[in-house]
Nanobody
């Protein structure tokens, strides 16, 4: 049974920090690209950060570069999102996503249930 369980969300003041965690089970974690996405009220879901399976290379959306860091611990089947210098516009539900592309149109994608991050005074 595949599970992605996010934790670490909450209410934080502007300028503060949070670390999100996503614990995975039920699939070969170290073979999957892991991503964090977010969805704010009334907006489409957007990709925030991604980390590859093989070399751990990372990529970020421009609005979080220099503030957020994605990392993974393959021994613990967990991916993290360290969020610093948080801004009110970072407020959203944050989702963990696991993906593996086998080619020829075949892809496995798994989603977590989401965790709320609210940045406000």
């Amino acid at each position: 049974q595949v599970q992605l369980v996010e934790s670490g969300g909450g209410l934080v003041q502007p300028g503060g920090s949070l670390r999100l965690s996503c614990a995975a089970s039920g699939f070969p974690f170290n073979r999957y690209t892991m991503s964090w996405l977010r969805q704010a009220p009334g907006k489409e879901r957007e990709l925030v950060a991604v980390i590859s399976s093989a070399w751990g290379s990372t990529n970020y959306t421009d609005s979080v570069k220099g503030r957020f860091t994605i990392s993974r611990d393959n021994a613990k089947n967990t991916v993290y999102l360290q969020m610093n210098s948080l801004k009110p516009e970072d407020t959203a539900v944050y989702y963990c996503k696991a993906g593996r592309n086998y080619g020829l149109g075949r892809e496995d994608v798994y989603w977590g249930q989401g965790t709320q991050v609210t940045v406000s005074r």
